[in-house]
């Protein structure tokens, strides 16, 4: 069975497949450049849960970044 694409990636994938740090990713995400989605399995509104990022939304990030 070949493997499929993952279709979310954590901070720490992210950070890899782009060959940024995951600080760098994160300061994205925190300032609303980045979309992504919290998931936590405990539904707790205080739960912090694990950051997850489309693929095609780190694309669409790197397309909004300025030329140089």
Do not use: C, M, Q
């Amino acid at each position: 069975v070949p493997d499929l694409p993952k279709l979310f990636l954590t901070l720490d994938e992210a950070a890899r497949a782009t060959g940024l740090s995951r600080d760098s990713i994160r300061r994205a995400v925190n300032a609303g450049h980045l979309k992504s989605k919290r998931y936590s399995a405990d539904l707790a509104p205080d739960s912090k849960g694990k950051i997850l990022v489309r693929p095609s939304e780190l694309e669409a990030w790197f397309d909004r970044l300025p030329d140089f």
